[in-house]
Nanobody
């Protein structure tokens, strides 16, 4: 069972990126899916979360600019990021609470770099 994050890159201020995080393996169900980020020298922080039912929660810094969504059939969570700012530069990680035939536990993706710079 693993999470694979993708979609990061270099973008100019004001630009957009769409991150994806796909789960694979022998998964029975996926509960909450969450995006975090960690900038150099800073602690990892929650960006956005979405429950299995589609309820969402955002950090104040993400409200109005970022949108989290999920496709349960594809076992994938997305983060649409618009109006990007230099302070959004960070490594973005996905996290998912998943149930397998062995246990229910958190899994983390490997991270994808987002750099916002002119």
């Amino acid at each position: 069972v693993q999470l694979q994050a993708s979609g990061g890159g270099l973008v100019q201020p004001g630009g957009s990126l769409r991150l994806s995080c796909a789960a694979s393996g022998s998964i029975l169900s996926i509960n909450a899916m969450t995006w975090y980020r960690q900038a150099p020298g800073k602690q990892r922080e929650l960006v956005a979360a979405i429950t299995s039912g589609g309820s969402t929660n955002y950090a104040e810094s993400a409200k109005g600019r970022f949108t989290i969504s999920r496709d349960n059939a594809k076992k994938t969570v997305y983060l649409q990021m618009n109006s990007l700012k230099p302070e959004d530069t960070a490594v973005y990680y996905c996290r998912a609470l998943m149930t397998t035939d062995r246990a229910t536990r958190d899994y983390w993706g490997q991270g994808t770099q987002v750099t916002v710079s002119s």
